[in-house]
């Protein structure tokens, strides 16, 4: 009897989690680099929002760019807009505040919505290439192959699996009891430095995550892989270099935007843990969270024609 009660004084210990609230010690703890990067990050921020918000208007206000690709495209630039809403305030605010806290309620809020737009930017990001290799592989059938009904049903799907790996990854989080650690190594509420903190058991998170971010990462890598497998087959039959010039700048924007987020992920995600690398994956995780939603407008906007012809003919019909 007497050697059950530590186990039973355990147990009530692991049942009650007494942490209301977490510390986020946000990018650095250095006060020299708090002003430099608050004035860096809103430069970034701003420009975040101006880009994409003006992408969406283009695309909207432009019939001729009223396509499957720009479909895509305007759900991507939605996607990266409502993401750096995320965490990027947040982030800002720490830079000037001296204790940056937040609610357990507000850090598993920014933890779903964080997994939930960076999972469908990926689905997103997938289903743009399924329709490079239409656009190239099947141009005479491509109006009938990328149907409006199969682009929302693509998009749909994208949001639907998103959906559901946010919530397995915030229910499993909300299932664990935080003790005593409050202090968040991170700028954000992520997976990786949220399950050190519980004192109770992350073999359900773990195994949970392995499969989420499985699945994300076999199903992108099946369809883009498989889509360019085939469009480099096409493209080596066509006789003449204008079309194969034509067919690689069509995919360009797509292969540089996939290649920023899943090589930043790979750099902040796959490596060894270590003390040392906790701060190297808070800045490369910077490139995926921050730089990435910032560059994809770009990417889009300069190395495109038809966005290039919007953009003039839509400042002409407000200057005129």
């Known amino acids: 009897m007497f050697q059950q009660m530590p186990q039973v ?178 700028y954000m509420c992520d997976i990786i430095p949220l399950l050190p903190l519980s004192c109770s058991s992350t073999y359900v998170n773990e195994l949970v995550s392995s499969i989420v971010v499985g699945t994300v990462v076999l199903v992108s890598s099946v369809v883009i892989l498989t889509s360019y497998a085939l469009i480099l087959l096409s493209i080596f039959r066509m006789p003449s270099a204008k079309g194969w010039s034509k067919a690689m700048s069509t995919c360009g924007s797509h292969i540089i935007a996939v290649s920023l987020l899943h090589g930043s992920g790979l750099l902040t995600y796959i490596k060894p843990t270590s003390a040392e690398t906790v701060d190297q994956g808070k800045f490369f995780s910077v490139f995926y969270t921050l730089v990435v939603p910032m560059l994809n407008p770009l990417i889009y906007s300069l190395r495109n024609k038809d966005v290039k012809l919007a953009m003039k003919k839509t400042i002409k019909r407000i200057a005129n």
């Open 9 to 186: 004084k355990q147990m009530a210990v692991e049942n009650h989690s007494s942490v209301t609230e977490f510390i986020l010690i946000g990018l650095t703890d250095q006060p020299e680099f708090q002003l430099p990067f608050f004035v860096l990050f809103l430069l970034n921020y701003s420009a975040t929002m101006l880009g994409n918000l003006s992408l969406m208007s283009l695309i909207c206000l432009n019939s001729h760019l009223h396509t499957p690709m720009y479909f895509f495209i305007f759900n991507l630039s939605f996607i990266d807009f409502c993401y750096s809403c995320v965490f990027t305030p947040k982030m800002l605010m720490s830079f000037v505040s001296e204790k940056n806290t937040i609610s357990f309620t507000g850090c598993m809020t920014q933890l779903f919505f964080f997994c939930f737009f960076g999972s469908v930017e990926c689905y997103v990001l997938t289903a743009m290439a399924y329709d490079r290799y239409a656009a190239i592989c099947q141009p005479l059938m491509y109006t009938i192959v990328m149907s409006p009904r199969l682009c929302s049903l693509l998009m749909f799907g994208s949001y639907l699996m998103a959906f559901a790996g946010a919530m397995a990854h915030t229910g499993c989080m909300i299932r664990l009891h935080f003790c005593d650690s409050d202090i968040i190594n991170h």
